[in-house]
């Protein structure tokens, strides 16, 4: 610990010590900016959550948005995987309808269900009642930051938030949806009413991911969960051009953005384009095809089917392999699943992956 100078203090003219490894040196980071890594960077999407005991026991009887809205939760939360599993980076424990919250919606995240909207969004007056939020809303979401980017040193912290799409589809709906119809139906049917729609919601996303970064995260991930609904034509019209305000808005600020969606395959080369640095690849689509698809120009994330955690070992192994040797092919490769940690997934099993991606990676640099 250093010591302020005092009257019996002499001055040198030694130099200072040098510092020590930073989040930019993390094996993360670098993979995300296509630089060279000693070994393939590993988190889990959901990897903060109900798989883990710790996690049940300190969540017992808080609801889900207070706990996200509780700096000293929401620390001990993300760091949890950190120390159980030895992953690369941490992600930020939040949800991604905690900005719209925040802002002033009237939801709650009902157990067994997920989001439910008091009062969905299908009118330009209901429009008319979501504010743009401001860094004052979320004075919390700093500070939960920077409690857990001091804690992490040079371990990376990713930073979230909902894509326009996905946030649009809750607040349409009034909550979550297998076929979107109201969502689709205003799409096409009130184009101008869904695009004035997206458009305070990328600057929700926008602003939720700025106050994130400012705060210390070294990495954002921005969440497309339901976009995988609608084909490219669609995508590119109604969703291309909110989602690239959402990443180009915070591309200023230097940290790598890596971009999301569920079954979309058919998406990847889009969403990259939109502003990412590295596309999230779920478990429909290798590797390799993704790579392909998005011309070898971007970092890849993924894909390992989180169903597969619950295989046998040596089938869970050679997988991992797998997909380790796929993700060589990529100007970069973080590995991760294909989809969010299930709840009922063994821990252990979580950390024996990690381990073996390291060695894997490792052995085949």
Not at 25 to 35: E, F, G, K, N
Request: glycine share 8%; proline share 8%.
């Amino acid at each position: 610990m250093s010591t302020s100078p005092t009257a019996e203090t002499t001055t040198t003219s030694e130099p200072a010590a040098t510092s020590g490894p930073t989040t930019a040196d993390s094996t993360l980071v670098r993979a995300a900016r296509r630089q060279p890594v000693p070994r393939a960077p590993v988190w889990f999407m959901r990897q903060a959550g109900r798989s883990l005991p710790e996690y049940r026991a300190i969540r017992e009887h808080v609801p889900m948005l207070e706990s996200c809205r509780t700096p000293d939760l929401v620390t001990e939360i993300t760091l949890q995987p950190v120390r159980r599993h030895g992953v690369d980076a941490a992600i930020f424990f939040s949800d991604i309808v905690v900005p719209l919250q925040a802002a002033g919606v009237d939801l709650d995240i009902v157990p067994g269900t997920g989001p439910v909207v008091a009062e969905p969004v299908r009118t330009r007056a209901d429009l008319d009642r979501l504010p743009e939020l401001t860094p004052e809303h979320v004075p919390d979401i700093t500070r939960s930051v920077q409690q857990i980017v001091a804690e992490l040193g040079a371990t990376p912290l990713i930073g979230f938030a909902g894509a326009p799409f996905t946030l649009a589809s809750y607040l349409v709906e009034g909550g979550p949806s297998k076929n979107h119809e109201r969502t689709k139906a205003m799409m096409h049917g009130d184009p101008a009413l869904w695009h004035d729609l997206c458009a305070r919601l990328a600057q929700i996303s926008r602003t939720f991911l700025r106050v994130q970064i400012e705060a210390g995260a070294s990495a954002v991930q921005l969440f497309d969960s339901w976009v995988g609904h609608l084909n490219r034509s669609d995508y590119l019209r109604h969703v291309e051009p909110h989602s690239r305000s959402v990443l180009e808005g915070v591309a200023d600020l230097g940290v790598p953005r890596i971009h999301f969606g569920v079954g979309t395959g058919e998406l990847l080369l889009q969403m990259a384009q939109a502003g990412a640095d590295v596309i999230g690849v779920d478990y429909r689509v290798s590797l390799t095809d993704a790579v392909e698809r998005t011309g070898g120009r971007y970092a890849v994330q993924g894909n390992l089917d989180p169903a597969l955690l619950f295989a046998p070992w040596p089938a869970l192994e050679a997988r991992v392999r797998e997909i380790v040797a796929e993700g060589r092919q990529a100007p970069g490769h973080i590995f991760n699943l294909g989809h969010g940690v299930l709840p009922t997934t063994d821990p252990e099993v979580l950390t024996r992956v990690v381990q073996l991606v390291h060695e894997a990676s490792a052995l085949e640099a």
